[in-house]
């Protein structure tokens, strides 16, 4: 930061030139309606949510047009029937439908043996970040 901006009690701000923005602690970004977030002019929206799994693969409807981007994490805690998640946006034109995420998740082989199998055991919470348009 600047000089400028550091003395200044500002919470959201740009330094001094326009190269950088800055949220301080304590400050809010709040795009209001009619504002848009975009990467290189391509205005991106966000989508979050929790699904209890039902099967090994599992398809979310995000509610964007197209993902681009989607992360996923365990809410309940790993067990050998419930070992791991991964997501992955498909190529959105039909595996998944365009806007859509597909929920994986992974169980043990074996009690011993770490390698990754399609899951068996169902009823588990995940959570989702979906980055689309």
């Known amino acids: 930061m ?3 901006s550091q003395s200044q009690n500002v919470l959201v701000g740009t330094e001094q030139g326009g190269a ?3 949220v301080k602690s304590g400050g809010t970004l709040d795009i209001e309606a ?3 977030f975009s990467q290189a002019g391509t205005p991106l929206k966000f989508a979050r949510g929790q699904i209890t799994t039902a099967s090994a693969a599992d ?3 995000t509610g964007l047009s197209t993902v ?3 992360v996923a ?3 309940d805690d790993p067990t050998d029937g419930f070992f791991m998640v991964s ?3 498909g190529n959105q034109s039909g595996a998944p439908a365009a806007g859509s995420i597909i929920i994986k998740t992974w169980q043990n082989t074996t009690g011993t043996d770490p ?3 399609a899951a068996a055991s169902f009823g588990k919470k995940v959570n989702w970040i979906a980055i689309g348009t």
Request: avoid cysteine.
């Open 87 to 89: 997501a992955q946006i």
């Open 73 to 75: 994490s365990m809410e």
């Open 20 to 22: 950088r923005g800055f």
């Open 115 to 117: 390698t990754p199998a």
């Open 59 to 61: 398809t979310v409807v």
């Open 34 to 36: 009619g504002g848009v």
């Open 2 to 4: 600047t000089a400028q």
């Open 68 to 70: 681009v981007a989607v």
